[in-house]
């Protein structure tokens, strides 16, 4: 089976198609931000949103994670950051760290350091 990935959405796309990921900024037209969007470039030119985040820490962290993805044996990953606890841990580390943006902000690029590095293993198989 080829490797797929289910978007927020729930558009399947295949893997081999997807030339790059990216991010990029979203204005609606109502006046409404969506701040951080990770789109797949496919081959064909297409640009397929893959998620909409918040916050850039979540969008790089769905990032790293989709890098990871490309690298793993399992043949399909679902987006949906909700599958896999990542928005609520997320969310408790802004708890544990809301009297200082400091704390968070070091506890949230160990985290990226630990996924990039392998050091957090995140298999999919």
């Known amino acids: 089976m ?3 990935i289910v978007t927020e959405y729930g558009r399947p ?3 081999n198609k997807v030339k790059e990921f990216t991010q990029r900024t979203m204005f609606l037209a109502d006046e409404r ?4 969007e990770v789109f797949a470039l496919l081959d064909s030119g297409e640009l397929v949103n893959v998620g909409n985040f918040d916050d850039l820490d979540t969008a790089e962290i769905s990032q790293i994670i989709l890098d990871i993805f490309t ?3 399992k043949a399909v ?3 949906n950051l909700e ?3 990542i928005k609520k841990f997320l969310e408790m580390l802004r708890y544990v760290s809301a009297d200082s943006d400091s704390v968070y902000r070091i506890l949230i690029n160990e985290l990226k350091q630990q996924l990039k ?3 957090l293993d995140v298999s999919f198989s």
């Open 2 to 4: 080829e490797k797929m």
């Open 13 to 15: 796309i295949m893997l």
């Open 33 to 36: 931000v969506i701040p951080y």
């Open 71 to 73: 690298e793993d044996k």
């Open 77 to 79: 990953f679902d987006v």
């Open 83 to 85: 599958v896999f606890g």
């Open 117 to 119: 590095s392998g050091e």
